[in-house]
């Protein structure tokens, strides 16, 4: 893979963006329908078996457009992939999984022998931390394969470059690739985009989005070989990291990316924009666990992040993981004519509502979405519906530029807090650190990116001290 641009002004991404869209929507009339040779069926190819996997190939075979069955998998650790082929076979969709012991792959270069069981025109499933997804979308390009890839996609500048440029490759061949930012597929917030592009509530002035919550995932970990992994002691580091993904920016994004990138996807939605630029704080409160361990990991347990618009209109997104702290798990559009609900709880959490003022006050409300949630109440299947019908009937779909500047807003946040400076969304496209350079080269025994002191304690962000990336390169 070759090196990204040096420098992407905001106007050329974003123009880069609509004419990747372009070429996607005119492929279908210029380019022949690539799709499985001689049959209905559409095979999946499963990368990554932990649970945010098991569930996307589970949605895949639940979502009834046409057969679809799982036929391989992938991953690094065998204990992940028993895990969730025992689950899937036990589930509602277990006649559909027809993976074999010959199907079931491990270690590092697995995903190309899962891809290569498949025909063009089956489906890919990356469901790994989101360092290895340009490693295995090039490959799934080359294969001819449709996509579906896990959010968030880029944790820096120079792979978000890179996941645009295999996007335009991939649309120039006609392949559908969607990304797994469900909120734009939940009914209820198609509904509240529409009602605001009407003007119901008037001009957006400002917007609100909050997840706080305890610790949840891996985002707290204590020093490699202290921490209690399957397998014990045979983890490498680098597969420590891996186990241990949303700890480690270049793994993740961390918790900020991994767990709040659908509120800022959907807020910016709904504006119909995304940010020009970020400030923020940030903290780590409790440094260690309730044993009185350290944790090592790169995570601050409080975010709190205000974006800028270019009509300088303002999105604040709070965030924190906190035992005991008051629990907050929604989001806001204020409008110079009223307030909407858009999530009214969770990532996009129905039904959605708009109100006259300011408040949301039950006799003022305007408008409440209305679903049928039997049919249409699950956005992580709507997607799949989505998808799959561009597919079988050859319809533009190309969800990566979406995807990839979703996670360029999500960075600009992130290291804002991280660093104590305000960041543009140029700066942030255009900055040179790259976290994990070498994925593609990665073995189980390779040097895991971050390097630990003597103390086992990692590289972690210092506001003000460490100003111009997001941690330095040795511990503090």
């Known amino acids: 893979m070759t090196q990204p641009d040096k420098m992407t002004s905001r106007r050329e991404f974003l123009k880069t963006s609509t004419k990747i869209a372009a070429a996607s929507a005119l492929a279908g009339v210029a380019l022949p329908h690539v799709h499985a040779q001689g049959s209905d069926l559409l095979r999946v190819a499963l990368i990554g078996c932990g649970g945010r996997g098991g569930g996307a190939a589970d949605n895949a075979m639940d979502a009834k457009r046409g057969s679809v069955k799982l036929a391989s998998m992938a991953d690094v650790f065998v204990d992940r992939q028993t895990g969730t082929f025992n689950g899937l076979k036990a589930g509602p969709t277990k006649d559909f999984v027809e993976v074999t012991n010959d199907t079931k792959f491990i270690g590092f270069d697995a995903y190309k022998q899962a891809m290569d069981v498949l025909k063009p025109g089956d489906i890919a499933i990356f469901a790994t931390p989101l360092a290895f997804r340009w490693v295995h979308y090039q490959y799934a390009i080359e294969k001819k394969l449709n996509v579906f890839m896990e959010k968030p996609l880029t944790?820096?500048?120079?792979?978000?470059?890179i996941m645009l440029d295999l996007a335009k490759k991939a649309s120039d061949a006609n392949l559908k690739s969607a990304v797994g930012l469900m909120s734009r597929h939940s009914r209820h917030l198609e509904q509240l985009k529409k009602h605001i592009e009407d003007g119901e509530i008037g001009d957006?002035?400002?917007?609100?989005?909050?997840?706080?919550?305890?610790?949840?995932?891996?985002?707290?970990?204590?020093?490699?070989?202290?921490?209690k992994l399957?397998?014990?002691?045979?983890?490498?580091?680098?597969?420590?990291?891996?186990?241990?993904?949303?700890?480690?920016l270049w793994a993740s994004g961390g918790c900020?990316?991994?767990?709040?990138?659908?509120?800022?996807?959907?807020l910016c939605w709904m504006k119909g924009a995304w940010p020009v630029k970020a400030q923020g704080t940030g903290g780590r409160h409790y440094k260690n666990s309730p044993e009185g361990q350290p944790y090592v990991d790169q995570n601050f347990d409080s975010y709190s992040v205000e974006y800028t618009f270019e009509d300088?209109?303002?999105?604040?997104?709070?965030?924190?993981?906190?035992?005991?702290?008051?629990?907050?798990?929604?989001?806001?559009?204020?409008?110079?004519?009223?307030?909407?609900?858009?999530?009214?709880?969770?990532?996009?959490?129905?039904?959605?509502?708009?109100?006259?003022?300011?408040?949301?006050?039950?006799?003022?409300?305007?408008w409440q979405s209305k679903i049928d949630e039997a049919q249409d109440g699950n956005p992580y299947v709507n997607e799949w519906r989505d998808f799959l019908d561009a597919i079988?009937?050859?319809?533009?779909?190309?969800?990566?530029?979406?995807?990839?500047?979703?996670?360029?807003?999500?960075?600009?946040?992130?290291?804002?807090?991280?660093t104590g400076q305000a960041i543009s969304f140029?700066?942030?496209?255009?900055?040179?650190?790259?976290?994990?350079?070498?994925?593609?080269?990665f073995t189980r025994i390779s040097p895991a990116p971050l390097q630990a002191d003597t103390k086992g304690r990692y590289p972690q962000p210092m506001p003000g001290i460490v100003t111009n990336r997001e941690y330095g390169p040795a511990a503090a």
Request: net charge positive; glycine share 10%; hydrophobic share 25%.
């Open 204 to 227: 957006i002035i400002l917007m609100r989005g909050y997840r706080m919550h305890g610790p949840v995932g891996s985002m707290a970990s204590l020093p490699y070989k202290t921490q």
């Open 155 to 161: 944790a820096d500048g120079p792979t978000s470059k």
């Open 426 to 441: 140029e700066d942030m496209l255009n900055h040179e650190h790259r976290m994990a350079p070498d994925a593609d080269k």
């Open 230 to 248: 399957p397998g014990g002691d045979d983890n490498t580091e680098l597969e420590y990291q891996i186990r241990r993904f949303h700890s480690f």
């Open 256 to 266: 900020f990316n991994d767990f709040y990138i659908h509120h800022i996807d959907h």
């Open 312 to 366: 300088g209109s303002k999105f604040n997104f709070e965030g924190r993981c906190m035992v005991g702290a008051e629990p907050r798990y929604y989001s806001y559009v204020h409008g110079s004519k009223g307030i909407a609900v858009a999530s009214k709880a969770n990532d996009c959490g129905g039904p959605s509502s708009t109100y006259q003022g300011q408040n949301t006050d039950s006799s003022k409300r305007i």
């Open 392 to 418: 079988r009937n050859n319809k533009p779909y190309n969800e990566v530029p979406r995807g990839v500047q979703a996670s360029v807003v999500s960075n600009m946040g992130r290291y804002a807090c991280h």
